[in-house]
């Protein structure tokens, strides 16, 4: 049997163990802060004593170790295994104020660095990873929020690509871990019309308003068309996700609604839906 492995990497502080826990509550058997040049023994060990479904976070202080991760995942592919990595990120500032409210120390503080060294000393090891497999920007995301989507992923079809549509607002920041960004500002903003601030673009009055006008209908199509055409390539590049992120300025109406359309017109793929500012 194929054993089902999912890998944890990314930066400290961005929910690597919460990430973890959601894949233990998805009964996979999981293992936290290992050394990646262990990872492929453990493995082994695991599937010889039946265990099928395995969660990994890699510790970050493997340090050099970790570019040899691209070649410890072939590795375990030919096991037969299907493996997946998700790397976890956040914003410096997102990092700093974890860590300040927690007093926890990071990995790779001392004396010799203060805390905002310590995550970019950290950045500078790992962040190559990023490229192995999909980004999760955890910046803005709770921890219910991340358990949900972690198992959403896992829960996924992992014999195809599997599209994200993402919502979020400008004046929040750009998501860090989107492939492809549409900025939907240009459209009228329901936030200024009577009644409709605080809807959404999932609620009927807002919809309703935003299917009158001729340019919505426009942009909605032109997302589809791009996205739609480009999928082949995307699937060629050995992906397991994209993500496709929508962005109008606060998140809550003309982002939403773009997502929701766009939700409809992909049906026939494996689509997965975020709304950043909503949660």
């Not at 082994?44 to 493997?62: A, E, M, W, Y």
């Not at 998700?86 to 007093?103: C, G, H, N, P, Q």
């Not at 900025?183 to 807002?206: A, F, I, K, S």
Request: proline letters at 4%; charged letters at 25%.
């Amino acid at each position: 049997m194929e054993l089902d492995i999912v890998v944890i990497g990314g930066v400290s502080g961005s929910g690597k163990s919460v990430a973890l826990g959601a894949l233990e509550d998805s009964s996979y058997y999981t293992v936290n802060n290992l050394p990646l040049p262990l990872l492929t023994d453990l493995v082994q060990h695991l599937g010889n004593s039946g265990f099928t479904r395995i969660g990994v976070n890699i510790d970050p202080k493997s340090g050099a170790a970790l570019r040899m991760l691209p070649k410890v995942i072939d590795t375990l592919r030919k096991l037969p295994a299907q493996v997946r990595f998700i790397y976890l990120d956040a914003k410096v500032e997102t990092l700093v104020k974890r860590f300040s409210e927690t007093r926890r120390r990071h990995p790779l503080s001392s004396a010799e660095r203060t805390l905002r060294e310590a995550i970019e000393a950290e950045r500078a090891i790992v962040g190559d990873a990023r490229e192995l497999g999909t980004v999760i920007d955890t910046s803005d995301l709770s921890s219910h929020s991340l358990r949900a989507w972690i198992k959403d992923f896992v829960n996924a079809d992992r014999g195809d690509l599997n599209i994200t549509l993402q919502s979020f607002g400008f004046k929040h920041g750009v998501p860090l871990d989107a492939d492809l960004v549409f900025d939907v500002r240009c459209l009228p903003n329901p936030h200024y019309e009577q009644g409709l601030t605080n809807l959404t673009g999932r609620d009927e009055p807002v919809v309703s308003f935003l299917r009158d006008f001729p340019e919505v209908g426009r942009m909605v199509h032109d997302i589809y068309t791009f996205v739609s055409t480009w999928l082949p390539e995307y699937r060629g590049d050995n992906r397991n996700y994209l993500t496709v992120a929508i962005g109008c300025t606060g998140g809550q109406h003309r982002s939403v609604y773009v997502v929701e359309r766009l939700r409809e017109l992909l049906a026939s793929a494996h689509v997965l839906v975020r709304h950043r500012e909503l949660h």
